[in-house]
């Protein structure tokens, strides 16, 4: 159990160890016989605990590391307690069920471990993933001769990314000289717009490159949960009066919960006249462009300083392969970083190539490489197509929620969710109040019996009423008929959570 | 070419694709024959280039989708145009080779794909990496009752996120309440306290978080690279006298170039003394707690108020499998994140545990998983072996350097590395930046050729005569001899490159 996976060698290493793994999943798979394991968090975590007690290797019960037993009993347990996206009834998250390509692509990224910090960790992988970052900037519009980026762990970090070189291009201009590197300069009070439906990791990342979250000025959105130009036009304009520095605008393209797209152009207009940065977080969103149908959605997205695209949501990804891309590749200076270990001047002047200056991440793995070999096998038409499947299967689900007594539908569906809730019978459940205690419980209950994973948010705002359930349809297998049956299950456990409330 | 990985079917959809992976990573292996292929970056990438261009879908040549073909030639690409840290003959990086066993476990988490910010999307995944960070806790010294922690992306990721709440607890102990998330205030200069051969992760952290590179005091080192403890508490009490911020001192255990390990002891004592958070970046050197004859050397560590290890070094994962761990679990609630489509508190009080508020990301790959199998099968037991077995072949390559008329050694090797130079025999090339020359243009001899990866790397100061070269020893599979033979190519190279100059 000491064999590596490099060499001459390490496929016939790998072979037994991976049919261990394929029996087990199928094993694993057939235990669980649905969406997710029945029973509650503590029952499955007694069962994790007990596993690993089990095979405790420091209690001295046989020889460690001679056979692949606790490969097969962990990943049957891993199979046995996840929730599985290829599953019809789980369609809760921007969680998506990977392509067994995506998959396979991935075991050679596991085995040849290539880091992406030093062209003599990653020859090939190197050239690879600058291949398709010009890819990628071809697809959203920049132009690849100009613009760079780099492969993250998702959205979250990319939106930092953005934010980051947002918040030094500001302090450089600010200071009339290069500061980024100098820490925050006491001066205005820099400013970040964001709409009420962006992802939290704005937040989070204000708070991490030390602006505070209250640099973040939230931006009122529509019913559909689209930000309001005209008030994001007057947020600027407050916040220029004052004296403050508006650091950046974060538009969101594919909000979490509905999808929404906001006015790209207009954000654009807004960003350029104020002299602000304009990130775009096209993490779900960004997956339109790979459809003909939906790519005018993001019209508008090549105007952003810098995007979000993650292949792990409308890319059918394994985590992670979220990208950034940043519009003008000087815009990346402040990353820059040499490493007499990594990247020296004369190894650079000798033709080789360094990507540790477009990363917050030294150690790398080639998240490239699958997203590669997907583009390579199904093309952007193939990859449209399972968009388009899963944006049909959302207003299906739409269509059967209006048709639906007991459901009611937020908005009509943008991408690939639909956001609708519950409507106890019981008189005394109708108030908004108790509607939220009933959807948030009918919820859990379909997770305890071991029956849907149904997503659950509250729009924005404040006060009781805001509770939504919400189908994310990621995958492109689910039928129309899948769909009815799901929603059935979430309306006849509303009526089971009335029975006992 | 749209199956999945999940499901029931997904094993039988994976088989197949599996195959085609190993064979193609055998024939790129085959194809590369050596440590790294051979030529020029530019060949190599023209190469990547031309494959990429030969399968283009978009051009129209044939059905997309309907082989593995993609799969196959890029895989074997990949496998070609790598360097392989499973040849004994590549030996640069803290890259190290993976264990079969972990890339099969690896294969399951790509498959099964569950996501670590909800229990929803990963039920059995959150508790096993939970029971996992306890195991880990345990092996620092930490009490697992208290402790927490969370898997990274690797050592830059967790220095960050140790100095992000260094400089959270700071700036709420300066304020008199929590002020973590509303930006520094202007005040005090925060410092931070790392060594001349801490890793350059820690002035980017610094950047990144808003602190500025100049928060960071370089702390003179011994000829060991380990940090000097007398000229630490000197920069102290000059912080402190100034009127300064001492926000954290971080201490390397095992510095990339020589794994010397900073005085962990005195580092606790000072930071204590000066109210100062105290990082034990453990990266590399936290692989000694596996072996019984080199866990001494990190004695002190627990003292620590957080820790990073990497299990994608001295732990034979493939990436990224970093670990953070922070002593007391309440230090971590600047991080505290409510998500409401995530970790709602009616969930939380209903028994759903979450672990979003632990990470920087969102979307998480289980990369806790592939660490249990390993721990499981071989043993922490088992794993030191592994860790003496590559320390062992670091004293046999200072050694074999010691007896080579062409080789100068540096100091001990203290893990697992050995650093060194070539002496040039021209009198004209040994002064010290003609020799500097020499050895950095050998190392690249060596790739050019196909020959060899090793290491290049600068000791810390000014001036020329600092270039070095280094083997770090990784693959436990590595022979004594292959290791003088290793050594021989550098030397031989050094005369060529004498020969030429």
Redesign the interface.
Known sequence: ????????E??R???P??E???????EG??RRGGP??VG???E??D???QT?AD????AGTGE??AD?E??HR??A???????????PFCA????????????????????????QD???????????E??LIRDLADLVGYDPDTATGVLT?????SN?MGL?LA?DCALTRAAGRPT?????P?GPVPRIFASAAA???VQ?AA?????????VVTVPVDRDLRMDADALAAALHRCTAAGETPVAIVATAGT??TGAVDPLHRAADLAAEHGAWLHVDAAYGGGALLSDRLAPLLDGVSRADSVSL?W?KLG?Q???A?VFLARHAESYA?LA?R???LN?A??EE????SLLGLS???????DA?KI??T????????LGR?VDACHALAHHAAATVDAHPLLELHTAPVLTTAVFHYLPQRPELRDPAARDTVN?ALR?RL?REGRA?V????LPGQGPGRIRL?LTLL???TTPADVERLLHAVAAAGQAEEAEA
Chains 1, 2 share one sequence.
């Not at 159990?1 to 001459?8: D, E, I, R, V």
């Not at 390509?101 to 880091?115: Q, R, Y």
């Not at 030093?118 to 690879?128: E, I, K």
């Not at 000798?350 to 190539?353: D, M, R, S």
């Open positions: 159990m000491t064999a590596l996976s490099g060499g001459a390490g496929p290493a790998l072979r160890l991976l261990t793994v394929l029996d087990a999943l199928a798979a057939a997710l394991p509650t968090p503590k499955l975590a069962l994790v605990a690993l095979l405790d290797t420091s460690p590391g692949a606790p490969l962990l990943t347990l891993l199979a046995q307690g996840s929730t599985d996206p290829a599953d809760a998250h921007l969680h998506c069920p990977p392509l067994s390509l995506a998959v396979a692509a991935d075991l050679a990224a596991s085995a040849l471990n290539p880091s030093s062209w003599d960790q990653a020859p090939a992988a190197t050239a690879l600058t291949l762990s998702g959205g979250t970090e930092l980051m918040r980024e590197l100098h820490g925050l006491s992802h939290f990791s989070r708070a991490l490159l030390g602006l505070g979250e209250q640099a979490t919960d993650d792990h059918w394994p985590a992670a979220g402040p970083r490493a007499v270990y020296p004369d190894d000798a033709g080789y190539p917050l991440r030294t150690t790398r793995r080639p490489f590669a070999v583009l390579r096998t199904l093309g952007r038409a193939g399972l948030a859990r997770l994973v997503g659950r948010t509250e919400k995958n492109p297998h």
